[in-house]
């Protein structure tokens, strides 16, 4: 009988590193010093590390993955080889770069936890800049990492025969991984838009507001009575911003045209409509606050739309329209309109979705569905506070299946360039543990390693 293995075994490494880019900045609370397990150049592993990962990775991988606290140790010490020889090899990071992902980690911490001060709080930081400061050493490390991994293997490749004999070598030793379900979706928005009375009140407040700061009122007080931000009481409502940050286009570009002091006219983004004020230019960045006011949409607006919403997938149901005109016909969504509705998987940047590992309540209106199916018309609200109803397709669906040379063969390629590269990467670091100043702490030379990290003679 075919054993079925899961795919998880032929990514280890892979979603080791995937993990580190993940989760490295979710280790990085500030604990009191605990023991040194190894030193490998400048870089060390804690025998705390050697916990906190494997726990991850066994949860991560839902428990498909289970490691020792020696292989957990031998994985944290190739992360710590390649970074030591990224910096022996020049291997450049910027600090955009590095404060990019920095932003990012904010903003997913501040996402779970509800608020940047919340996140302060649970890591036991002083304040924004202190959490920052932490994480950007913990980035430009990953960053680091990636670079090395990236020059050992660029000039790596598989060839279709290569793809072939990894294929078989799978199928001869009843290896072949099991691929989970998965599915394509398109979807339908259509947007609860405010009246031009209420954007115009809006405008009209901002626009009174504007004139009360200018004649002396408090900026930062106007905010936190008026502002939709609900980090408007975060680091006292200001912002850092860089041409390079996160921040929306219109934002960014506001706080670049205003002169210290100045308070701009009201303007408006996709969260809403803003007023601005700088408080300060350091070199390349400004520091800003905002006012965030979104417009209100009635319940009979909400009523209108959803109506609408349902006579669309009704005619598209009866063969009034395609899927594919009705998107380009009347659907708001910009990110997917010019794409009939496809939506991308934000994880994965693919097409496609595992349905066993995507959100939950995604999950629930999709998993019965039959290709060509449409989910019922629903309401949502994004992140900006549109309200909209929505309904999606179901365009196309693989069940879970032993991998298939043909049907699979993208899938297979990717497993065995993966495999390549770890082997690769293996080659690499045999060869550099040689000449790498290594120091390891007494009780975990007892660990069998793969790669002689003790430097014993005769291996």
């Known amino acids: 009988m075919q054993r079925k293995t899961t795919i998880l075994k032929f990514t280890k490494t892979a979603l080791f590193a995937a993990l580190f880019g993940l989760i490295s900045s979710n280790t990085f609370a500030q604990v009191k010093i605990d023991g040194v397990a190894v030193v490998i150049g400048k870089n060390i592993v804690l025998d705390s590390d050697i916990d906190k990962f494997k726990q991850e990775i066994e949860l991560r991988s839902e428990g498909k993955i289970k490691i020792s606290d020696c292989e957990m140790l031998e994985e944290l010490m190739q992360q710590k080889l390649l970074a030591h020889h990224a910096v022996i090899d020049s291997v450049v990071v910027s600090d955009p770069e590095i404060n990019d992902r920095v932003d990012r980690s904010v903003q997913f ?174 070199g390349n960045m400004r520091v800003a606050s905002h006012i965030l006011m979104q417009p209100d949409v009635p319940d009979s607006k909400l009523a209108e739309t959803r109506k609408q919403a349902e006579q669309i997938a009704e005619d598209i149901k009866t063969g009034k329209i395609t899927f594919e005109a009705a998107v380009e016909k009347y659907s708001d969504d910009d990110e997917t309109k010019n794409s009939a509705g496809l939506i991308v998987n934000p994880y994965t940047g693919e097409s496609t979705f595992n349905l066993t590992g995507m959100d939950p309540a995604l999950y629930a209106r999709v998993a019965e569905l039959k290709k060509g199916e449409l989910t019922d018309v629903f309401f949502d609200e994004n992140r900006n506070g549109e309200k909209m109803y929505k309904f999606i397709i179901m365009r196309d669906r693989t069940n879970t299946h032993i991998a298939d040379l043909v049907s699979d063969y993208v899938k297979v390629q990717e497993l065995a360039l993966t495999k390549k590269k770890e082997e690769t990467i293996d080659k690499w670091a045999k060869e550099k543990i040689q000449d790498t100043y290594i120091k390891m702490a007494e009780e975990h030379r007892k660990c069998n390693f793969v790669k002689n990290w003790k430097k014993e003679t005769g291996k």
């Open 109 to 282: 911490f501040t996402q779970q936890y509800g608020s940047v001060d919340k996140v302060i709080k649970a890591y036991g930081f002083n304040d924004l800049d202190d959490l920052k400061k932490e994480l950007f050493t913990v980035q430009k490390e990953n960053l680091l990492i990636e670079k090395e991994q990236q020059k050992i293997t660029e000039k790596i490749d598989v060839t279709p025969e290569e793809v072939r004999l990894f294929y078989n070598g799978l199928k001869e030793k009843e290896e072949l991984p099991e691929f989970s379900a998965e599915i394509e979706l398109a979807q339908i928005v259509i947007k609860a838009k405010p009246t031009k009375e209420e954007i115009k009140r809006i405008v009209d407040k901002l626009t009174e507001l504007k004139k009360e700061i200018e004649d002396g009122a408090s900026f930062k007080m106007k905010a936190i009575i008026n502002s939709d931000d609900p980090g408007v009481t975060n680091n006292e409502g200001k912002y850092e911003v860089t041409k390079e940050s996160q921040f929306i286009k219109e934002f960014k570009e506001m706080a670049f045209s205003l002169d210290v002091g100045q308070v701009s006219k009201p303007f408006k983004s996709e969260f809403g409509y803003h007023l601005m004020q700088l408080h300060e230019v350091k």
